[in-house]
């Protein structure tokens, strides 16, 4: 996607590329809702509209957005992340590209204004009242019509799938939060200092992304599980949703 992905930090596992904050990881290819994203970026952004890739690292769709003729606001809690993409877009794409630090939930932009959002591998480190507070959040910010792509990683991978089974006991028994895992570093590999590594995770599958879209205004379009970018992938490792905020009714 560009000659300058050398500035990339070295990663230990294929396919995903550690962030700068040792909050996670970016994956190096796209699943299908974030391709989605991308393919729908550039036909919205040669309507002259702009999208929106929140929680972006180093820009996996934000490029792949942006080859397909979009206008992309890229933000980011690391403004290192930021900078990296800008130097890794090529010249003829700097002009349909906008950067803003921030951190969700507290990070807001303009009422109606983006045509669609992605936010792909990042709610699943907000606890439960923040991310109904960030969908809700992004539902302002889409306009009439305006779609939106979440994707989180599941209890069935990361070091947390040892309590995939806790998971899905929990929500058998109507828990809303079941995934959730307030001992993240325990999880770490012997001698990792956990300093900052997440206190916690909260691991979301496709019911519960869809039961917050609704919850918060959107109709679903789809919502279904995703395959990890790794080549030991599954199937299970990330929970997608599309949704879409109605239209203007006259």
């Given at each position: 996607?560009s000659?300058?992905?050398n500035l990339?930090?070295e990663s230990?596992v294929e396919?995903?590329i550690?962030t700068?904050?040792?909050t996670?990881?970016?994956?190096e290819g796209?699943?299908?809702?974030?391709?989605d994203?991308?393919?729908?970026?550039?036909?919205v952004g040669?309507?002259?509209?702009?999208?929106?890739?929140?929680?972006c690292?180093?820009?996996?769709?934000?490029l792949?957005?942006?080859?397909?003729?979009a206008?992309?606001?890229?933000?980011?809690?690391?403004p290192?992340?930021?900078?990296?993409?800008?130097?890794?877009?090529?010249?003829?794409?700097q002009a349909?590209?906008?950067?803003?630090?921030?951190a969700?939930?507290?990070v807001?932009?303009?009422?109606?204004?983006?045509a669609?959002?992605?936010a792909?591998r990042?709610?699943?480190?907000l606890?439960?009242?923040?991310i109904?507070?960030?969908?809700?959040?992004m539902?302002?910010?889409?306009m009439p019509?305006?779609?939106?792509?979440?994707?989180a990683?599941?209890?069935y991978?990361?070091?947390?799938?040892t309590?995939?089974?806790?998971?899905?006991?929990?929500?058998?028994?109507?828990?809303?939060w079941?995934?959730?895992v307030?001992?993240?570093?325990?999880?770490?590999p012997?001698?990792?200092?956990?300093s900052g590594?997440?206190?916690?995770i909260?691991?979301?599958?496709?019911?519960?992304?869809?039961r917050?879209?609704?919850a918060?205004g959107?109709?679903i379009l789809?919502a279904?599980?995703?395959?990890?970018?790794t080549?030991?992938a599954?199937?299970?490792?990330h929970?997608?949703?599309?949704a879409?905020?109605?239209?203007?009714?006259?």
């Amino acid at each position: 996607m560009s000659k300058h992905d050398n500035l990339l930090p070295e990663s230990p596992v294929e396919g995903l590329i550690p962030t700068l904050n040792k909050t996670g990881w970016m994956t190096e290819g796209l699943d299908d809702y974030s391709q989605d994203f991308a393919v729908y970026a550039g036909s919205v952004g040669q309507q002259g509209h702009e999208v929106l890739d929140i929680g972006c690292a180093y820009g996996v769709a934000t490029l792949a957005a942006l080859t397909e003729g979009a206008r992309v606001c890229a933000s980011d809690i690391e403004p290192r992340h930021l900078e990296i993409l800008r130097q890794r877009v090529p010249p003829e794409y700097q002009a349909r590209l906008r950067t803003v630090p921030g951190a969700l939930p507290g990070v807001d932009f303009e009422h109606g204004h983006f045509a669609a959002i992605l936010a792909a591998r990042v709610l699943h480190f907000l606890d439960g009242p923040d991310i109904e507070q960030t969908v809700a959040k992004m539902h302002n910010w889409l306009m009439p019509g305006g779609r939106l792509y979440l994707v989180a990683d599941t209890p069935y991978v990361g070091p947390w799938y040892t309590y995939a089974d806790r998971y899905e006991r929990r929500k058998a028994a109507g828990e809303l939060w079941p995934g959730k895992v307030d001992d993240y570093a325990a999880l770490l590999p012997a001698g990792t200092d956990p300093s900052g590594h997440p206190a916690f995770i909260n691991p979301l599958d496709p019911d519960i992304l869809a039961r917050v879209c609704t919850a918060a205004g959107f109709s679903i379009l789809s919502a279904a599980f995703l395959s990890g970018a790794t080549k030991h992938a599954k199937g299970r490792e990330h929970a997608g949703v599309i949704a879409v905020k109605a239209p203007e009714t006259h």
